[in-house]
C-alpha cells in the first residue's frame, strides 16, 4: 500500500486483472451470439411451424414480431459489445498492458493465411 492507503499494483497483478476481464468479456461476446443464433433458430421456426399447423397469416405476426424485435436488441447489444472491446484494447495499450495470449482458453476465428484467390509462388532465384 502507498502512504495514502491506496493499494499499489504491481503489473503482474495488473496482467492478472486484465485476464480476468478479458475472459469475461470473450464469455459474454459468446453468450450473445449464442443468443442471436437462438433467436434467430426461433424466429426462422415460427412461420414454418405456422404454415405446417395450416393457420392464417395472421396467427403468431405479434409474437414473430416481438422475437425480430428482440433480436435487434441483441444485434445492438453485440454492437455495444464490439466497441467496448475496442475501448477495452485503448485501456490496454494506455496501461502498456500488452498483448494477452490465452493459448486454448478461449476460441478464436480461424482465419486463412491468405486470401483464396492468391497462391504462393517459388522465386525465380530460389
Known sequence: MSGDGRRI????????????????LHA???????????????VG?????????????SVGQ????????????????????????EALAEVQDQ????ELNFGGLVEKPAYPMRPAHLKAVKSAAA
Open 9 to 24: 499494483f504491481m503489473p503482474k497483478h495488473r496482467r492478472e486483472i486484465a485476464i480476468q476481464v478479458a475472459q469475461t
Open 28 to 42: 459474454t461476446e459468446a453468450a450473445i451470439d449464442g443468443a442471436i443464433a437462438k433467436a434467430a433458430e426461433f
Open 45 to 57: 421456426m415460427m412461420p414454418v411451424a405456422r404454415q405446417e399447423a395450416r393457420f392464417a397469416a
Open 62 to 85: 405479434e409474437a414473430l414480431s416481438k422475437a425480430i424485435f428482440a433480436m435487434t436488441a441483441l444485434a445492438q447489444a453485440r454492437e455495444a459489445m464490439v466497441a467496448a472491446h
Open 95 to 98: 496501461f502498456r498492458l500488452g
